[in-house]
């Protein structure tokens, strides 16, 4: 005996498809309890539902009852005798489509909303620490800026062991440098040397060092190209996890912030590239941070840079970053102007602008500031000294310091390594000290 079923959409109250540049398309329907698959049919086949009550397979219970009616099929073959259930069957799902008028990255949620801000005690940190470890890095410097008041101090890494210790001294934001990453990867000035894969390459080793526990912030210097290139770069950033990036307006060959004799492209060119990371932050669907930077106060002035950012602001850019600016005043000015949007302040000691500590630049109102050559120059000064002293005196100088293997390994995650291997029941590290 064959029993007469349908096989429903299993029951739910909305599904929520994104439709990538077509907006956020909801999709409900009229809810039908589950029911279990039906028995097979005479000939093999099943019952099936397909959102349309005449879509179904051949062979189905439905067609044989239609042959009954049309005495096709005799009600007295026992072999095929179909039993009607008692209660009408109800009608299947009917999908409906509603388009809503938003741009499809408006449709992912900010699971930071509504979390209440807890501000540690140091000045130099902001993140609630209750959204410290379960958000991607870019979600949560987003929170930093959207649900906090504080200023967010990155120090300058450019390689592992720098990151390592900018985090165990208890930074929470880090400042990937270009010049940085130029000079440590390839031994070379800061010239527009460093390719989109070297920069890509460092990124993604420091982000990922301890994603749970830092966000990083990366320069982009120009893209590296046009609107295509510059969309592959984001993308690229993003898969990497860096959580904010800024991109400028110099010109492809360009040089360090704080080198005479800059070039900047034109305001066309500029907002492209800032329009082309934007719709490729958005497509990704990504909470990464937007930065755009302008250098174009050195040769076109001040006016031109509050022009270029504005613009910039106004196509989608998250923070804003005006480099080389020539004094404190017109650094503050700057915020003024375009204030709330976010600005970051870059300081570079002994370079073209002048020195802003963390207490001025809190009071201007600044949101976000890096210290590129916090790591980079002491680094210098350091290792300089004791390979002077190694070879004038035959000694570094190390002696003493109580700094030995062990110290820096543990910075480098020595210990966290040795857990992972005991708490998988490995013994490769075991009586490691």
Same mark, same amino acid.
């Given at each position: 005996?064959?029993? /007469?079923?349908?096989?429903? @959409?299993?029951?739910?109250?909305?599904? &929520?498809?994104?439709?990538?540049?077509?907006?956020?398309?909801?999709?409900?329907?009229?809810?039908?309890?589950?029911?279990?698959?039906?028995?097979?049919?005479?000939?093999?086949?099943?019952?099936?539902?397909?959102?349309?009550?005449?879509?179904?397979?051949?062979?189905?219970?439905?067609?044989?009852? #239609?042959?009954?009616?049309?005495?096709?099929?005799?009600?007295?073959?026992? #072999?095929?005798?179909?039993?009607?259930? +008692?209660?009408?069957?109800?009608?299947?799902?009917?999908?409906?489509?509603?388009?809503?008028?938003?741009?499809?990255?408006?449709? %992912?949620?900010?699971?930071?909303?509504?979390?209440?801000?807890?501000?540690?005690?140091?000045? $130099?940190?902001?993140?609630?620490?209750?959204?410290?470890?379960?958000?991607?890095?870019?979600?949560?410097?987003?929170?930093?800026?959207?649900? =906090?008041?504080?200023?967010?101090? !990155?120090?300058? @890494?450019? #390689?592992?062991?720098?990151?390592?210790?900018?985090?165990? *001294?208890?930074?929470? =934001?880090?400042?990937?440098?270009?010049?940085?990453?130029?000079?440590?990867?390839?031994?070379?000035?800061?010239?527009?040397?460093?390719?989109?894969?070297? &920069?890509?390459?460092?990124?993604?080793?420091?982000?990922?060092?301890? +994603?749970?526990?830092?966000?990083?912030?990366?320069?982009?210097? $120009?893209?590296?190209?046009?609107? *295509?290139?510059?969309?592959? $770069? @984001?993308?690229?950033?993003?898969?990497?996890?860096?959580?904010?990036?800024?991109?400028?307006?110099? %010109?492809?060959?360009?040089?360090?912030?704080?080198?005479?004799?800059?070039?900047?492209?034109?305001?066309?060119?500029?907002?492209?590239?800032?329009?082309?990371?934007?719709?490729?932050?958005?497509?990704?669907?990504?909470?990464?941070?937007?930065?755009?930077?302008?250098?174009?106060?050195?040769?076109?002035?001040?006016?031109? !840079?509050?022009?270029?950012?504005?613009?910039?602001?106004? !196509?989608? /850019?998250? *923070?804003?970053?005006?480099?080389?600016?020539?004094?404190?005043?017109?650094?503050?000015? /700057?915020?003024?102007?375009?204030?709330?949007?976010?600005?970051?302040?870059?300081?570079?000691?002994?370079?073209?602008?002048?020195?802003?500590? @963390?207490?001025?630049?809190?009071? &201007?109102?600044?949101?976000?500031?890096?210290? +590129?050559?916090?790591?980079?120059?002491?680094?210098? &000064?350091?290792?300089?000294?004791?390979?002077?002293?190694?070879?004038?005196?035959?000694?570094?100088?190390?002696?003493?310091?109580? %700094?030995?293997?062990?110290?820096?390994?543990?910075?480098?995650?020595?210990?966290?390594?040795?857990?992972?291997? /005991?708490?998988?029941?490995?013994?490769?590290?075991?009586?490691?000290?």
């Amino acid at each position: 005996m064959v029993e /007469a079923k349908t096989l429903a @959409v299993p029951s739910d109250d909305k599904l &929520m498809d994104i439709i990538p540049g077509q907006g956020s398309r909801k999709l409900s329907f009229t809810t039908v309890p589950e029911t279990p698959p039906d028995t097979p049919s005479n000939d093999g086949n099943n019952s099936k539902v397909l959102g349309n009550p005449q879509d179904t397979l051949p062979g189905s219970t439905s067609q044989i009852q #239609d042959q009954i009616k049309d005495g096709a099929v005799p009600a007295t073959n026992h #072999d095929h005798e179909i039993q009607s259930e +008692s209660k009408p069957q109800e009608a299947p799902p009917v999908l409906t489509t509603q388009l809503e008028n938003k741009p499809h990255y408006a449709a %992912v949620q900010d699971p930071t909303e509504g979390y209440q801000d807890t501000i540690k005690a140091s000045p $130099t940190m902001t993140a609630a620490p209750q959204v410290a470890n379960s958000l991607s890095p870019a979600t949560r410097l987003k929170h930093k800026l959207q649900h =906090t008041t504080g200023l967010i101090v !990155c120090p300058g @890494v450019y #390689d592992g062991l720098s990151a390592r210790i900018a985090q165990a *001294v208890g930074f929470e =934001t880090l400042y990937m440098t270009g010049a940085g990453t130029t000079a440590s990867m390839l031994g070379m000035a800061d010239l527009g040397i460093a390719s989109r894969n070297d &920069m890509v390459r460092n990124a993604d080793m420091i982000a990922n060092l301890d +994603s749970h526990h830092f966000e990083l912030i990366a320069d982009m210097d $120009t893209g590296y190209g046009g609107p *295509v290139t510059i969309t592959q $770069t @984001v993308n690229q950033y993003i898969r990497a996890n860096v959580a904010a990036f800024h991109i400028e307006d110099q %010109v492809l060959t360009k040089r360090c912030g704080h080198l005479s004799g800059k070039k900047v492209v034109t305001m066309d060119v500029y907002i492209s590239r800032i329009r082309a990371a934007r719709a490729a932050i958005d497509k990704a669907q990504s909470h990464m941070q937007l930065i755009a930077r302008t250098d174009a106060n050195q040769q076109l002035g001040y006016d031109e !840079c509050m022009l270029r950012l504005k613009a910039a602001r106004d !196509c989608g /850019a998250d *923070v804003g970053l005006l480099e080389g600016f020539k004094s404190k005043e017109e650094a503050a000015r /700057a915020v003024k102007e375009l204030a709330p949007w976010p600005l970051l302040l870059n300081i570079v000691e002994n370079g073209h602008s002048p020195l802003i500590t @963390v207490d001025e630049a809190r009071d &201007m109102g600044f949101r976000i500031m890096i210290f +590129s050559f916090a790591g980079l120059a002491p680094a210098y &000064m350091a290792i300089k000294a004791a390979y002077e002293k190694l070879r004038h005196e035959g000694i570094t100088g190390i002696q003493g310091s109580g %700094v030995g293997p062990r110290v820096l390994f543990d910075v480098c995650g020595l210990k966290e390594a040795v857990e992972v291997d /005991a708490n998988a029941g490995g013994e490769d590290y075991k009586g490691l000290t």
